[in-house]
């Protein structure tokens, strides 16, 4: 088991870093200089020399590469190109919001694709499963942006019950907070839920194939108590995995949820940059964004070898 | 010439045990199934099966695939899939707390009973051991749930500990170590043994066994095969045994029944079926297992044709179609002749046996 | 197989296990939700009801009406026009995505099958690794150095959509590798680019036209993301995604201009995925759910 876990350790290290030099390269090697996007049409060439110098960028690309990445090993993503601001300040005031958003939409999506999801495999062949399942079609058809949208109009414009848009720390007035998170963590949460919803049906119907619960069910169990007994950690299997890799996609849907609701996390963080040309913040947050990602996997990955336990010893 | 079949020499208590004598009790019935029918849509599955198993008795059930012995267990056990419709009377005896007899009727039984039933009454051996069990739980656990499940031990630890001791029985090596295995960790010889002990943890009145050894190694089949006998013998249990290997019947079993289309084609003593069968199909069953018998004209004993898809025989006699001495008569459905359900046959043309001599 | 291979098989949709009659039903749904969205962009390359170019400032957020049955936007452009030359971009970016994924994504995992096991074990987790990483993140780089435009966001989608590709491909292929008329091609000494022509090519070919279905849902989806935050399609450009984003700020004086194009934009999407779905269960020799 620990060699195992040791080895996960080293595929995240190595994704890591693989990671980094993709981020780097990818940025570095599309035409453009830095220096010039950021100042714009009308610099001038000294102008221009001048910055790239001041940010290092004549230097050998390993080197800029190394000095980068041992900036973000020590949580120094540098010095904004555009504004000469610290840029580590800025991502972490953004990433806590983001965080909060996702973690109160992944809530959602699992709260309900969870019920929902073992019910329309309980229900397969049934009115009530089928019309479950036409649901989900839809859910999943609807992009997270387009369900903010519709809520907006819904909840804001047509009943004037919540917010349209906006931002307050709990701390400042939770109540406040509360109202302004609920519809954004909503369209992503419903979507993704849909999304979810999907996965978990067909990882309980898988289940309820299973021999093993068979041999439940003949041992005395009623279906529903066999399904939790025995099947639902078998299930839980294939559904974390998925969760794992949704969770990318959500990430990336809050960028344009953040827009949809003016909400200051990451995903506006990114998006002005991309407009005000600031290359380097892209790198930085686009950077950030993966490492949250193969964090995340890795712990999905740990969650695994706790469920599954012929993961643990099995060679691969 | 009758032929016997050939006895493999499977170390298991060898001639069948004889009959109780007079003036005990008489032994209560554990399993009656009469009438019973299933049809799915329209297609018929099983039509007519009259069954019985008593206690101690080893009963085997044989036919090749499609005959309907699975879906026959399956209707005792009350896990036939949801759309199969049967109708007949199933009716399960197991021995309630202060030896009072319990009785459910599983066509009519809620889902509730139906549980109640099953695991205490009466316990199933599938075929398959390598799925039989849930791979994220330790094997110990899973036997010990039989007994929580049913309150049959005290409490938790209680089950634990009797888990072990089960595991032992059955001849798992280390047996508290084997507990804590989880099932890949295990053979498949050892996956049915665990199987085995869960099915017999709580003392059921009737062990119903789907072909337990057949996805099994020949050196493994015989012990499987001798723990269950050893099994049911200790508890006074019957016994129903499944399969289509005719050897196995007949060094386990006392009484057998053949089905073929989802009907019993014969029933009887194992040894009077087997070295005088009467039905066309039992014949060709017998002649075809024995490799030893060949025609008088050359060449192995085959069964022509090959069987049909489930709900398509033939009306009337469902194996006319491919019996030699199919005539007119066997248009209409064969009535049964015989002493009762549990010795006869259904065949317009049975097999005549001189003695020492058959056709 | 890395736990992101097998929740990379776990991103195809689950498959529908319908009874004959649910798969042609929703063949049938998901086909015509497609065919009328083509049959609408394909139209509006010679007619639409009013000129998008035009800006009409009398006839600004007009309500739905004889003359314009959806309203107009706050330029007084047509809906309806707008929503068919929409069609256009959706449809273009898509096909265009699309393609490339497949160019590049099934030569790609055919090789992967053909090559000693250890070399596609690392083309397969190089593949995991881009697949994890979502479209829009590729296209928000991408913009952020080329500036925006429908061409940037085709190249970033289709880059982004080659994993799914290869991957799916690569699981067919292999299966097809196994079959004793490959074995036997092999042991005769033909060369793999035959083999590979010749029998793996035409075996994947249902894999590769499910796939393209779901791709193609998920572009749209992009495409449409990308739009609204100003990514995509530039103003000039009519596109569903920007449509919502330029009527967002009039959300609370005409909230339909943001329903017509996020109803087109579920609705091309919720095709896409049907005819996915039930292409799938199509090409399924195993149809029928029966226990």
Known sequence: MLLRIAERTAVLLVSLGVSSALVFGFMVLLPGDPARVALGVNATEADVSRLRLEFGLERPLVEQYLSWVGGLVHLDPGISYVSRAQIGPQIADRLQVSLILVAASMTIAVALALPFGTLMAVHHRKASGLVLSALSQVGVAVPAFLAGILLITVFAVQLRWLPASGWTPPAYDPGMFLQQLLLPALSLGLVQGAVLTRYVRSAVLDVLREDFLRTARAKGLTPMRALVRHGLRNAAVPVVTVLGLQLATLLVGAVVIERVFVIPGLGSLLLDAVGNRDLIVVQDVVMVLVVAVLIVNFVVDLLYLAIDPRLRTVAR | MTAAPEHTAYPVGGMPPTRTPADTPPPADVARVRDLAVTVGHKPLLIDVDLTVRRGERVGLIGESGSGKSLTALAIMGLLPEDLAPTGSVVVTGQGPGGIARMTSVLEAGEHGLAAMRGRDVAMVFQEPMTALNPTMRVGAQVAEVMTIHRTVADRGAAARRAVELLDKVGLPDAAEAARAYPHQLSGGQRQRVVVAMALANDPALLICDEPTTALDVTVQALVLDLIVRGVEARDAGLLFITHDLAVVASVCERVLVMYGGRVVEAGPVLDVFTRPRHRYTRGLIGASDLDLSRPEGGLYTIQGSVPAAGRFPAGCVFRNRCTHATVECEAVPPWVGSGPEEGFACAHPVVHHEGGGS | ?291
Do not use: C
């Not at chain 3, 609408?40 to 957020?61: C, F, M, Q």
């Not at chain 3, 799916?168 to 091609?185: F, Q």
């Not at chain 3, 499910?210 to 749209?220: C, L």
């Not at chain 3, 194009?261 to 995925?273: E, H, Y």
């Open chain 3, 1 to 291: 197989m890395s736990r992101l291979s097998r929740g990379a098989e776990a991103v195809m949709p689950p498959p529908g296990r319908r009874s004959r009659a649910g798969v042609e039903a929703t063949l049938l749904v998901g086909g015509g939700i497609v065919a009328a969205i083509t049959v609408l962009a394909l139209v509006s390359l010679v007619w639409t009801p009013y000129d998008v170019g035009e800006i009409n400032a009398t006839e600004r957020l007009a309500t739905s009406s004889a003359r314009h049955w959806l309203g107009t936007d706050k330029f007084g452009r047509d809906v309806v026009s707008l929503l068919m030359v929409g069609s256009r971009t959706t449809l273009l970016v898509g096909l265009v995505s699309v393609g490339v994924a497949a160019v590049i994504g099934v030569p790609l995992g055919i090789l992967a099958a053909m090559v000693p096991k250890w070399w596609g074990e690392v083309l397969m987790r190089a593949n995991d690794l881009l697949l994890a990483f979502p479209a829009l993140l590729l296209a928000i780089m991408l913009t952020a150095v080329h500036g925006q435009g429908v061409v940037t966001a085709m190249i970033a989608i289709g880059i982004s959509s080659i994993p799914s590709f290869a991957r799916v491909v690569r699981s067919g292929a292999i299966g097809v590798m196994k079959t004793e008329y490959v074995v036997a091609a092999r042991a005769a000494g033909r060369r793999p680019i035959a083999i590979a022509l010749r029998h793996v090519l035409p075996n994947v070919g249902s894999l590769v036209i499910v796939q393209a279905s779901v791709s193609f849902a998920i572009a749209v989806l992009a495409e449409a993301a990308l739009s609204y935050l100003g990514l995509g399609a530039p103003p000039g450009t009519p596109s569903w995604g920007r449509m919502l984003q330029e009527g967002q700020e009039l959300l609370f004086v005409a909230p339909r201009l943001e329903v017509f194009p996020g109803v087109a934009i579920a609705l091309a999407v919720l095709g896409f995925n049907l005819l996915g779905d039930g292409l799938r269960d199509h090409f399924d020799p195993r149809l029928e759910d029966r226990r």
